[in-house]
């Protein structure tokens, strides 16, 4: 047992702060809430560039070669950038379907054809959105109706996709479909790659509860997709639902505890602001949120290095769950501290432009989204401690 | 960075385990209930292992979390990490017999209102194992410190009789050893905090761990209770409190061990996210439990008791929250 990361990591620490320095463009550096933008345009110029810079200097995804946008990095590097990139609030990308599910799950289990999408995805050069969710299929997943029915060369898809991320903006789609309606929920299921200019796609934007209208539904109505467009076997596309990067898997949690933890930050000034910096409650809250946050990154830090011995890390669910499920406690902690001001969003009289109600409501979604806080339990018990299913 | 135990810390775990596994049975902790001098022989099978009180945190940490897990009632707190630490710190010669397991002792510090500050009070509180022990270090407002033979002393009642608390009178004669600059105090209180956090994080997964196996074989409308979903949520709430808390006491005892300027937040953290860990266990783990959970023939109540009394001693959750947010605004 010991802290350090030893010497290399130094060295490759030092590289990121150069090259973010050197190349990290304003719009980065301004630390707001990435996850949804409030720009007019879904991805804008700048990030579109930010992307491609990174991916041609080796800082997309370092744990992969070059020609994907990486430097070979090994796992603690990966966490070192990670930790870097997240404790200055820099985002790699704006749209994630891209460069961290899809182009894993091609290079994994695509035809060389597929497998050559990889880099465009990976680079931002094309924008790929992710056919899942569905009106009955949200937690329960495998329950997806969306149909495919094979005819010659080509599959007729026919159904219904919902929360579909940068559907409006996409050039392609991967598109969970169902091809067996006969078999087990889960066995009936494949992947197809859909060009989002094929005829058939209707895409009504959706509006959150916060404003921002970056998800979809997207109808689909006898939408013709090429058989060669099928990833991996037919009827095998449900183990492909869990495609992600797996090496950087045991990392992603920094990016949530560094956001707890300038949140934390936000909130001393905050108290100090409006003058309960020594009201002996709200001390009390915010310091117990600093201590949740600070064992969850210790917590983070044992999985991580686990995983980096080539063990199991089951930290994963636990991060998710701590970490959405605390992010919102404190937000709420926020709107508290100002009294009769906590739901004021007018620029000139609310606190940081409404950052702590705007915030509140985003951190709804993560305690939704990419597996609810029930789930996340659910896993825990059944797959962690073992506990029987119902 | 690294979390996995060394090879010797692997062995020290292990050898501990197996050790109090076999020695220090729930039956024990009920016959010291009646008899203080019930775990004597345990107490000389453990000895062996003062020395890791001034050796590396860590090490004490895999220790104390042995002995929390069976809540082994010997003087091992009061003795390795408390006494010996602050003769350690004073430069008092008798430190070689308390390592060699021959001499026991404590440390008095708390004044009336329980807080471990130095203070001018001669009645001192919240003394573990007072009565059992060669001697008391009592430390005064001056850092001076008396080692006293014997002195009065008056048992607190509390929950828990695994470790006996003790009102000390110290305005009794003793014998000078020295003073404890407040910098080497607050080291020794450092480490024991952390220490005990160990402790307590090896108390709540015991309790974590007795849940989870009636969860599995408790039958109600003819399946396992741990089926229940409502159960389980429980389930997986207390074992990600016992996670955290096991990794910040870890990397508190690292941080300790190598000096980092972050260790004194690091050990706020890691007592109160223990002291959380183990409230949510005793809580959950006797709802998990029902009405059998309840009753003295039980076991769950002896790791309960222990659990609760360590998350008040050296400062509670909110006094470490209190302490933490001093250094946050």
């Known amino acids: 047992m010991h802290l350090d990361w030893g010497p290399d990591v130094v060295a490759f620490r030092a590289e990121l702060v150069a090259f973010l320095d050197e190349h990290a463009p304003p719009q980065t550096r301004t630390r707001r809430d990435f996850a949804t933008s409030d720009s007019d345009q879904i991805i804008p110029g700048w990030a579109k560039e930010w992307q491609a810079t990174l991916f041609d200097h080796g800082w997309m995804i370092p744990g992969y070669p070059p020609e994907l946008g990486g430097r070979n990095a090994t796992p603690v590097q990966t966490l070192v950038y990670l930790e870097e990139m997240a404790a200055r609030g820099i985002p790699r990308s704006l749209h994630f379907p891209g460069y961290a599910i899809v182009a894993p799950s091609l290079l994994e289990y695509g035809t060389p054809e597929q497998r050559a999408m990889a880099p465009a995805a990976i680079r931002g050069d094309t924008v790929w959105c992710i056919g899942m969710s569905e009106p009955n299929a949200g937690s329960d997943l495998a329950g997806l109706q969306t149909r495919a029915v094979q005819d010659g060369d080509r599959f007729i898809v026919n159904g219904q996709k919902v929360w579909t991320s940068y559907a409006m903006v996409a050039q392609r789609c991967c598109l969970y479909v169902r091809t067996d309606p006969d078999a087990p929920k889960h066995k009936g299921i494949s992947l197809l790659i859909l060009d989002m200019d094929t005829p058939g796609i209707d895409i009504r934007p959706l509006t959150h509860i916060n404003g921002n209208a970056d998800f979809a539904e997207v109808f689909l109505t006898d939408v013709e997709v090429p058989v060669a467009n099928l990833v991996g076997a037919l009827n095998d596309g449900w183990r492909m639902t869990q495609g992600s990067l797996a090496h950087e898997r045991a990392g992603l949690w920094v990016e949530g505890v560094a956001r707890l933890e300038q949140t934390i930050t936000g909130l001393v000034d905050l108290a100090h602001r409006r003058g309960v910096a020594h009201d002996p409650i709200v001390r009390r809250r915010i310091a117990e949120g600093y201590q949740r946050a600070a064992s969850l990154r210790a917590l983070g830090y044992k999985g991580f290095t686990s995983f980096a011995q080539g063990a199991a890390a089951p930290e994963h669910s636990y991060m998710k769950l701590a970490s959405s499920e605390l992010g919102k406690e404190l937000y709420e902690l926020g709107m508290e501290i100002q009294g009769a001001y906590g739901p004021v969003i007018d620029e000139e009289r609310g606190e940081e432009a409404g950052r702590w109600p705007l915030s509140f409501f985003v951190s709804f979604a993560n305690t939704i989204a990419g597996g609810t806080s029930e789930i996340q339990r659910n896993i825990i018990a059944q797959r962690v401690l073992g506990l029987p299913r119902a | ?329």
């Open chain 2, 1 to 329: 960075m690294n979390f996995s135990l060394t090879d010797d810390q692997e062995l020290l775990r292990d050898s501990a385990r197996h050790l109090l596994e076999h020695q220090c049975p729930p039956a024990l902790l009920r016959a010291h209930t009646d008899d203080l001098t019930a775990a004597d022989d345990l107490w000389h099978l453990l000895d062996d292992f003062v020395p890791l009180g001034i050796g590396p945190l860590v090490d004490l940490c895999v220790f104390m979390e042995a002995l929390g897990s069976v809540a082994a009632p010997v003087p091992f707190f009061s003795t390795a990490c408390l006494y010996a630490p602050v003769l350690e710190a004073i430069g008092e010669h008798d430190l070689d017999s308390v390592l060699d397991g021959h001499a026991t002792g404590t440390v008095a510090v708390a004044g009336a209102d329980g807080v471990w500050h130095p203070n001018a009070e001669s009645r001192k509180t919240f003394v573990p194992d007072a009565a059992r022990v060669d001697l008391v270090a009592a430390v005064n407002a001056d850092g001076a410190v008396t080692l006293l033979a014997a002195p009065p002393v008056r048992r607190i009642e509390t929950l828990d009789t695994t470790r006996p608390l003790y009102d000390v009178e110290t305005a009794v004669p003793g014998t000078s050893a020295g003073v404890i600059s407040r910098a080497a105090l607050d080291d020794v209180l450092l480490r024991a905090t952390v220490a005990l956090a160990a402790e307590m994080v090896g108390t709540a997964r015991r309790l974590f761990d007795m849940t989870l196996a009636y969860a599995k074989e408790r039958i109600q409308f003819d399946v396992p209770i741990g089926s229940f979903q409502a159960v389980q949520h429980k389930l997986a709430d207390m074992s990600l409190d016992v996670e955290r808390a096991w990794s910040a006491v870890y990397y508190a005892a690292m941080a300790v061990d190598a000096g980092d300027p972050d260790r004194t937040r690091a050990m706020h953290v890691a007592k109160a996210a223990a002291g959380e860990a183990a409230r949510r266990a005793a809580k959950d783990g006797i709802q998990i439990h029902g009405g059998i959970g309840f009753t003295m023939e039980h076991d769950l109540h002896l790791f309960l008791r222990r659990a609760l009394a360590s998350e008040a001693l050296l400062g509670t959750t909110g006094d470490h929250h209190d302490r933490l947010a001093e250094l946050l605004f």
